[in-house]
Antibody, heavy 121, light 110 residues
Framework: EVQLVQSGAEVKKPGESLKISCKGS????????IGWVRQMPGKGLEWMGI????????TYSPSFQGQVTISADKSISTAYLQWSSLKASDTAMYYC??????????????WGKGTTVTVSS | QSALTQPASVSGSPGQSITISCTGT?????????VSWYQQHPGKAPKLMIY???NRPSGVSNRFSGSKSGNTASLTISGLQAEDEADYYC??????????FGGGTKLTVL
């Protein structure tokens, strides 16, 4: 069974750093794009960016470029989303999702259960 | 980048059909046959329902169908069931960001 297992909920203070993870199983992790989607409380889905674990090729949404870093370690089939200095506005649910690429188009066929990040002083 | 435009809410009675629209521009929805739809129940992760405008993944009911005309894509659910009550999001390719989502539509089954 194809699965994405995300790390647990986090509670952080503004200014702190954070790295959350997403471990894939049941498929060839290196050969599928994997990315992150933000959902702020009571709001819709926002696409953040993706990475190809095979060669670490990364694409960010302009809205998130420079705000977060997406990385992956193919040796342990795990993707990461990290912040160097959290803000209260980063409070949200973060989903990882396997992306299927067709040309320049991506759709998300497998999703993790989400990681809640709460940033509060 | 601006999100694709969806109605905030739609409703229907069991057994009826409903359609959710997703309006973009020629730079996204209208320019490519690259639209997907996701269903999200409260407190759950999204689930892929339609990809490439009108393709259903294995396991998704054939009551769900997709279409596109010009800059507007549509998701139609026929034979509405209580379990269909959820939020639905469209998504499209866009040159500016690769992926853009719609604002989401809350479907209520009356």
């Amino acid at each position: 069974e194809v699965q994405l297992v995300q790390s647990g909920a986090e509670v952080k203070k503004p200014g702190e750093s954070l790295k959350i993870s997403c471990k894939g199983s049941g498929y060839s992790f290196s050969t599928y794009w994997i990315g992150w989607v933000r959902q702020m409380p009571g709001k819709g889905l926002e696409w953040m960016g993706i990475i190809y674990p095979g060669d670490s090729d990364t694409t960010y949404s302009p809205s998130f470029q420079g705000q977060v870093t997406i990385s992956a370690d193919k040796s342990i089939s795990t993707a990461y989303l990290q912040w160097s200095s959290l803000k209260a506005s980063d409070t949200a649910m973060y989903y990882c999702a396997r992306h299927i690429r067709i040309g320049y188009y991506y759709y998300m066929d497998v999703w993790g259960k989400g990681t809640t990040v709460t940033v509060s002083s | 980048q601006s999100a694709l435009t969806q109605p905030a809410s739609v409703s229907g009675s069991p057994g009826q059909s409903i359609t959710i629209s997703c309006t973009g521009t020629s730079s996204d929805v209208g320019g490519y046959n690259y639209v997907s739809w996701y269903q999200q129940h409260p407190g759950k992760a999204p689930k892929l329902m339609i990809y490439e405008v009108n393709n259903r993944p294995s396991g998704v009911s054939n009551r769900f169908s997709g279409s596109k005309s010009g800059n507007t894509a549509s998701l139609t659910i026929s034979g509405l069931q209580a379990e269909d009550e959820a939020d639905y999001y469209c998504s499209s390719y866009t040159r500016s960001s690769s992926v853009v989502f719609g604002g989401g539509t809350k479907l209520t089954v009356l």
